[in-house]
């Protein structure tokens, strides 16, 4: 996953990619970690969804721009539109079928 620093470099990759999985996490938070481990691992099987972090440390405003209440917090856009969101506790497994579905719909197109 690409680490990001600003809200203006998270805003342009959601307009240059379809897909794009971010997660909003904290220093020193073991759950983000975890979380952002195995995001990584599930994106090796997703070559179309970019995959990116930020931690709220370093773009403050990120955090309010997406609502991000908590961390870790992890967004999917797609075509620029967050389509689904999870914080704290991932469901992989629903995200992996999120995923898929959403890759059907660009090959579709």
Avoid: N, W
């Amino acid at each position: 996953m690409q680490r990001l620093y600003q809200l203006s470099e998270i805003k342009q990759m959601i307009q240059e990619h379809s897909l794009v999985l971010l997660l909003i996490k904290t220093s020193q938070c073991g759950v983000c970690d975890s979380i952002q481990a195995k995001a990584a691992v599930l994106l090796e099987s997703h070559a179309k969804v970019k995959g990116s972090c930020v931690f709220m440390e370093d773009a403050p405003d990120t955090a309010s721009e997406y609502l991000a209440l908590s961390a870790p917090t992890l967004l999917l856009f797609f075509q620029g539109k967050e389509v689904y969101r999870e914080s704290r506790f991932v469901r992989f497994d629903e995200l992996e079928q999120v995923l898929q579905s959403y890759e059907g719909a660009l090959e579709e197109m």
